[in-house]
């Protein structure tokens, strides 16, 4: 069943709720499940059913969720609630905006963030086939508390009752209302027309609209939904934290019949965004977020995070955290990497333990192996630079770039002062502290000479030992002092090596 053939005039999304147990000065909807905002996921579903309006009722922090509606989904239309009056004053408030439409309107919440797409067309196409009038989403709950529960009389629905207005015989009832339903845009306007708050809450329930169509001799159905986990809401961190876990099962459960091998599923995190091609392994510890992409062949982790990475055939990447990067075929990263983003690694390159990178295309073959800051670089292919190498790039006003050719050496514990070019095949002696441009081929040795002292221990131990056996003397002011050595530097040459 095709998107086209469950199209729906409208739906309708409640989420003008407190949340006041999420504890939170973020709106309860905004919270993220496996890398998506609950809202994101409610209007998922919603698109689902290719409505002509989709309209978002938002109350509680409306501002907020305003603002991330505007940012992912503008062409959807909002409903203000000033008050939360009850889940029928609420559709209230969208019908104001649904003006004189017909046809089938759907209502879900934006708090219940496993109610898949295929869930609402099924829904809607058990409401086209058997023509009612309603038909309510149920769902059929060991502990069903908190829930309204459906009556019934033989196997006609006659009404919902909530849990506060109910008798111990209702109560007793497992079959609850997943508060998902299809509506004849008609018998809502009439249903809502008539709701009184005449319950323990003196609220609007929406669920009084099937008493209501009920006794107006209105066929009312009821579509049961077995996967109990689609019809939950979140309304505590507990409750987010476990739908995350069994979310992300779902997910490294598909993952794993795609072809990628999982070492340890419990502790691998796979967000809903993240794409990944067979043969790929993840070690334990694994979390892909993002919009992250893995090419075949692919062995990330353990104890691994990337954020809108993008990771090449082939490539390592070990004990690392990486954003906004991308790491070519057959590279290697980590282990204890740090890539920031704007970081691109050429296939077969290398970054490597204790390096940090921000800002660096480091080329093809390139290695930056050990214990480097990397920052605002450009470094040509088969380029190594040597360990304990700082791309200071930083002058404690602006940032600037360092570009280094291909097949250049920087040699260990060197500084490079940006803004600064090396040039192809070039040679940076260890220890230097470059502040102009190498050209090419050229060796740059920016750092004190090495001088040898030949004899100058010998020397200096025995004026200790001297010292030792002869009486303090009044401390005079010794020109020549013991630290300085008193024989003369003996010639010491470049080595050609530098
Ligand atoms: C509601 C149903 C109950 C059902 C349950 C399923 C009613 C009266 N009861 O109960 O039968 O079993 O959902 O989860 O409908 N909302 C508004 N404005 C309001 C009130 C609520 O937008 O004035 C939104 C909330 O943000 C939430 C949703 O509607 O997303 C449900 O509201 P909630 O108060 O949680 O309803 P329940 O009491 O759980
Ligand atoms: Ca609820």
Redesign the pocket.
């Known amino acids: 069943m095709g998107e086209r053939d469950s199209s729906v005039a409208a739906v309708i999304v ?4 407190s949340g006041t147990r999420m504890k939170s000065c973020t709106s309860k909807l905004l919270h993220p499940l496996c890398g998506k905002p609950l809202l994101s996921w409610a209007l998922g579903a919603a698109e689902g059913v290719a409505p002509q309006n989709l309209v978002v ?1 938002i ?1 509680h922090l409306r501002e907020q969720v305003e603002a991330h509606l505007n940012e992912i989904a503008p062409h959807v239309l909002t409903a203000v ?1 000033e008050t ?4 029928g ?2 559709v209230r408030c969208a019908m104001e905006v649904l003006e004189g439409i017909t046809g089938d309107i759907v209502v879900t ?4 963030p496993m109610l898949t797409a295929d869930t609402l067309r099924r829904l809607v196409n058990t409401h086209r086939q058997r023509s009612n009038a309603m038909t309510i989403m149920t769902s059929i709950l060991d502990n069903p508390t ?3 529960r459906i009556l019934r009389a033989g196997d006609e629905i006659t009404g ?1 009752v ?1 849990e506060r207005d109910a008798d111990d015989a209702q109560k007793a009832i497992k079959e ?4 998902i339903y299809v509506f004849d845009a008609d018998l809502l306007r009439e249903g809502l027309a008539h709701l009184s708050p005449d319950n323990d809450q003196h ?1 609007l ?3 009084d609209v099937v008493g209501y169509a009920c006794s107006h001799g209105h066929r009312v159905g009821a579509y049961l939904e077995k996967d109990h986990w689609q019809t939950e ?1 979140i309304n505590d961190r507990t409750q987010l934290a476990a739908m995350s876990k069994e979310v992300n099962h779902r997910i490294v459960h598909g993952w794993m019949l795609e072809g990628v091998t999982v070492i340890d599923p419990a502790t691998t995190w796979i967000e809903a965004g993240v794409s990944i091609e067979p043969d790929v392994v993840l070690w334990p510890g694994t979390i892909l977020a993002g919009a992250t992409s893995i090419a075949a062949g692919a062995v990330i982790g353990p104890d691994t995070r990337l954020t809108d990475v993008e990771v090449g055939r082939g490539a390592h990447v070990v004990r690392s955290e990486a954003t906004l990067a991308v790491i070519g075929d057959e590279a290697n990263v980590g282990p204890y990497s740090y890539l920031r983003p704007g970081t691109t690694l050429g296939e077969s390159g290398k970054i490597g333990a204790y390096v940090e990178t921000k800002n660096a295309q480091i080329g093809p073959t390139a290695k930056v192996p050990h214990l480097t800051y990397c920052g605002d670089a450009v470094i040509g292919a088969g380029t190594n630079v040597g360990a304990g190498t700082i791309f200071a790039n930083y002058d404690s006003k602006a940032k600037h770039v360092t570009t280094v050719g291909s097949n250049a050496f920087i040699g260990s514990h060197s500084v490079l002062v940006a803004p600064l070019t090396i040039g192809d095949d070039s040679f940076v002696a260890a220890g230097s502290a470059l502040t102009g441009d190498v050209g090419e081929g050229e060796l740059a040795v920016a750092r004190g000479r090495q001088r040898n002292i030949p004899g100058w221990v010998q020397a200096f131990r025995q004026r200790a030992r001297n010292k030792k056996s002869s009486p303090p003397q009044p401390t005079v002011n010794n020109p020549s002092d013991e630290q300085t050595p008193s024989a003369a530097p003996s010639s010491t040459t470049a080595s050609p090596k530098e």
């Open positions: 409640l989420a003008a709720g009722v109350g609630q939360q009056d009850g889940t004053h609420a919440y934006g708090d219940v908190g829930y309204g919902v909530e609850t209302n997943a508060g609220q329930y929406l669920t809401g």
